[in-house]
Each structure stands twice: as C-alpha cells, then as structure tokens.
C-alpha cells in the first residue's frame, strides 16, 4: 500500500520538510499531513511507518484558527512533537496566511505563531506549562552506566532532572565538551529504561556559553539512536532552566544540535517568567522524500 492508498489520506496534502535549519541537508525531516479531517488512527499510523520520519504531524481545522493536531512516529503516536509543530507551522503559514494558529495537541493547547523573516517563514510554538520532577538516584546511575559516564563528568551547577514541556526528557548536563562529543550505548538496555521511565529523549547538554547550548538527544524510545533537533526538549530545557533561576525572567537561550549526525539544527528558546517556553526555528521543503 502506498501513502497515499486510503482514502481519507488522499483527501489532504503531505508535505515533507525538515525544521529547526534553513538547509535541507540539515535539520530534524517530518511529515506533515492537512486536510479536511484526521484520517482513521490506523491510516495515520500506516502513513507515517511508510514515511518513517521520528514523527509526522496530521492537521485537520477547527474553528477559526484552531486546528487539531496528533502526531505518529512510525511505530506509535507520540503525545506531542515540536519539530513536526514548527514544520506543520510553517505549513500552514504558507497555506492560510501568516499569523497564530492555535493547536490543540493531545496535551494541551499549543499556540504557533508564524512569520516572515528576511522572506523566509519562521514559526513559534508555545509549550504547555512546563514542570519538573526529581530524577531518582537509581535512574541517574542506570542511565550514566548506559552512557558510560561517570558522576563526575556532570556540570554541578545544571544537575540532573526530569522535565516535561508536552513529553518527558531527562536533562544531564557534561561538565566538559568532550564527553558530549562522545556518545555510544546499548540501544535495547536504554529503550527498556527509559520506556519504563516515560522518557522520550535524554537531554544531553554541554553548556557552551551562559546563553548557548550544545545538545545531543538519545531517543531509543522512539526507535531513534539520536534525534537531530528536539523541540519538545528545548521547550523542557527553558522550563527547566527558569526552575534552577539559571536564566533571567525573558531570557533566551540557543540550542545547537544535530551537528554530530551531520543535520545541524538551531532551536531558539525564549524563557517568560511565567507560562510556557516559545520554541522558534525555520523549515524548509526536503528535496527527496
């Protein structure tokens, strides 16, 4: 069967696009499906293995400027993507006209706000209301003997902690460059781990500068040895930063990632003192499927 085989599949358009970098060699790729209603879950599933993107977002209206939104990887729905976000607003930027959409994910209500910037669109996501959990010592220790790191690789001032700003990613921050450029593990012994937790990615950080960081984003959960631009977990990462008061009230921080896999991505994350984490970045049409 085809992608576009069923018949509520072929009554939108697909567009494939990667987000997160102007360059179609970089970038997260994903799938975005609009139409005039969501096709049947396994429709949607069956397009989205076929695609097999990390995700691929399926958008159907509402009323007015609200749209609904569901996302697949291709082995299961997922609750909420950024990439695929920012690549479905770009999407309907070009679509419908510039301006705000408001989405209405599976976790909550997701704003994206898309404009033209030196005549290329650029979208903005607002996450749900980010928080925090404490990440247990046996997890910490389980996960840093998956990696090979040892305690004393981490930055003492960006400890270890569960966040969630639309999915759950465990923040560990390397004290030096290094260790980050370093990255190898038993795929199966981490998916088990992290599936047991609710993990989505881990957020592997190294903090370049006070406003600048650089992040690699294990996601066997999802089938992926690495994600090369996480929106879901630049999005935790603000909310965790504003929790340790590691950042100003409005502050903004850069997130450079994907650079180890050969698809550098730029996530730029603004930080309001209260609410949720605006996540922007551009997105360009793929030139193959």
């Known amino acids: 069967m085809k992608p576009d085989a069923h018949p509520a599949i072929d009554a939108g358009t697909l567009h494939r696009l990667t987000a997160f970098s102007d360059d179609p060699a970089g970038g997260n790729p994903a799938g975005v499906w609009n139409g005039p209603a969501l096709p049947p879950v396994e429709a949607m599933q069956q397009l989205a293995a076929e695609l097999g993107y990390s995700e691929t977002a399926f958008l159907a209206p509402l009323v007015g400027d609200e749209r609904t939104i569901r996302y697949f990887s291709p082995s299961c729905e997922v609750p909420f993507c950024g990439h695929a976000t920012i690549a479905s607003g770009v999407v309907l930027g070009t679509s419908s006209g510039m301006g705000t959409y408001r989405l209405q994910t599976p976790v909550g209500l997701v704003p994206v706000s898309v404009r033209l910037e030196n005549g ?95 992040a690699r984003n294990p996601a066997p959960s999802c089938g992926l040895r690495e994600d090369p631009a996480t929106g879901s977990a630049a999005a935790a990462l603000g909310g965790y930063l504003r929790a340790l008061a590691q950042v100003p009230p409005g502050g903004r921080i850069t997130v450079l990632q994907g650079e180890a896999m050969g698809r550098p991505s730029r996530l730029e994350v603004t930080i309001p003192a209260t609410g949720g984490i605006v996540v922007s970045g551009t997105a360009v049409a793929l030139t193959t499927p």
């Open 120 to 214: 290329r669109p650029v979208a903005a996501l607002t996450s749900v209301e980010p928080r925090q959990e404490p990440a247990s010592t046996e997890l910490v220790a389980a996960v840093l003997a998956c990696l090979g790191w040892g305690a004393g690789e981490l930055d003492p001032e960006l400890p270890p902690l569960k966040a969630f700003a639309g999915s759950w990613h465990l923040v560990l921050a390397a004290r030096h460059a290094g260790r980050l450029a370093r990255l190898d593990y038993p795929f199966e012994v981490l998916r088990e781990l992290m599936l047991a937790e609710g993990l989505l990615t881990l957020q592997l950080i190294w903090r370049a500068q006070p406003a600048l960081f650089q």
